[in-house]
């Protein structure tokens, strides 16, 4: 037992986000891991939620309790065992270690840092806190955008050789679509096919959401919008409010959380993704639109501005109701033609993201500092 993965972050029934991160991560450093490579063990710290561990090689261990488990149950665990290195998918290292483990850590986003505001008060004291002492504390961090490794430079004096960024990919498979009747899309959600613009995320503020609503609603078009995704913070307050007065005009639908199979079909007949997200450490669904040739309209900011090369397809600053209608209006517009041309374009910016390429990151990362513990 030489490398120790805190698997936490993959121990979810309905994975988003993180999740989705951290599952495909393990998944694929263990199809380029080697038998000559230094031995692997994945840890919990509550037994199994989901049938993901049963498609691995790797020995779990269930290390519990789970309260307060980077503070005192983790650092006790690697005080017992000392691994030479832990990787922490996540934002929140150890709070002590061995000095002779080495430990990375995973950074997504600072956007807590840019709008506090947006998060609950004990959410934002924590990941403010938290992640200070992680980043202080590891010997390396992995990022998944070169505007995250920017921010990290920024906010913490960290020297820049420190961070990796290793880009994420689509999960989903062309497979999962090609062949099919999308049938389900039209009886069960009663959607018309490429007449709709799809949002995919969770339901926060920092999403942009009330202002995507409201400029969608002055539109006059036949489409609708489809908002995929879990209510997350202050939806109660901020956003609830809203969408229940959208949904009553018929033209704004919501239907939080799908499975995977059923995701890969509203990405593939969409007429366009929208993300007019504040702020993003990648944006996962832009990737998984294009990778079915279905452009996507994105806030020009941080990661965001890496995904996507045409200024048409980018909301400006400051990303209010006004400039997302100004974008939509100009985008469902288009004729074939030249919605075709995006439709192509799309998909080959889909192909420079792959989960295989983001292991292989992780990977060196790992064995470097294998060799210097």
């Known amino acids: 037992m030489t490398i120790i993965i805190d698997a936490n972050e993959a121990n979810v029934k309905n994975p988003v986000g993180s999740n989705i991160f951290v599952q495909e991560i393990i998944k694929n450093l263990q199809s ?16 199994a939620q989901t049938g993901f561990f049963n498609q691995l090689d790797w020995p779990v261990e269930i290390v519990g309790p789970a309260f307060l488990w980077t503070q005192w149950r983790l650092p006790l ?19 002590f270690k061995p000095a002779s483990t080495k430990s990375i850590i995973t950074i997504f986003d600072l956007a807590f840092l840019y709008f506090p505001d947006q998060f609950l008060a004990k959410d934002r004291w924590q990941l403010t806190s938290w992640t200070k002492y992680s ?34 990919g689509s999960r989903l498979s062309q497979a999962k679509v090609n062949g099919r009747d999308f049938s389900n899309l039209k009886s069960k959600y009663k959607i ?15 999403k942009n959401i009330v202002n995507l609503i409201e400029a969608f609603l002055e539109i006059k ?61 990648f944006g996962l669904p832009v990737v998984e639109a294009n990778f079915y040739q279905t452009p996507a309209i994105v806030a020009d900011n941080s990661s965001l501005k890496e995904l996507i090369d045409n200024d048409d397809l980018k909301i400006k600053p400051p990303f209010d109701q006004v400039q997302i209608n100004q974008v939509l209006a100009k985008m469902l517009k288009l004729d074939k033609k030249n919605y075709d041309k995006l439709s192509k374009v799309a998909y ?26």
Do not use: C, M
């Not at 590891?138 to 961070?163: C, E, G, P």
């Not at 609708?224 to 007065?245: C, E, F, S, T």
């Not at 799908?258 to 450490?281: C, H, K, M």
């Not at 080959?348 to 513990?373: G, P």
């Open 221 to 281: 078009t036949d489409f609708k919008l489809v908002l995929v995704g879990r209510a997350g913070w202050l939806y109660q307050d901020q956003i609830k409010p809203i969408l229940d007065k959208a949904v009553k005009t018929g033209r704004v639908i919501w239907l939080d959380f799908v499975n995977d199979d059923t995701l890969a079909d509203f990405y593939r007949q969409a007429y366009f993704l929208i993300l007019p997200s504040l702020w993003e450490g």
């Open 192 to 206: 018309k096919l490429k007449k709709y613009i799809l949002f995919v995320g969770t339901l926060q503020p920092r």
């Open 77 to 95: 665990y690697l005080y017992q065992t000392k691994p030479q290195v832990i990787f922490t998918p996540g934002h929140y290292a150890p709070r």
């Open 348 to 373: 080959h910016q889909a192909q420079k993201f792959n989960w295989r390429q983001t292991a292989k990151t992780v990977k060196e990362q790992l064995l470097k500092l294998h060799q210097q513990a």
């Open 135 to 168: 980043v202080k504390n590891a010997d390396h961090i992995i990022t998944i955008s070169k505007s995250s490794q920017n921010d990290i430079v920024k906010h913490y004096q960290v020297n820049k050789s420190k961070i990796s960024v290793a880009y994420p």
């Open 32 to 47: 380029i891991w080697s038998s000559s490579d230094p031995k692997v063990k994945l840890i919990l710290s509550q037994p």
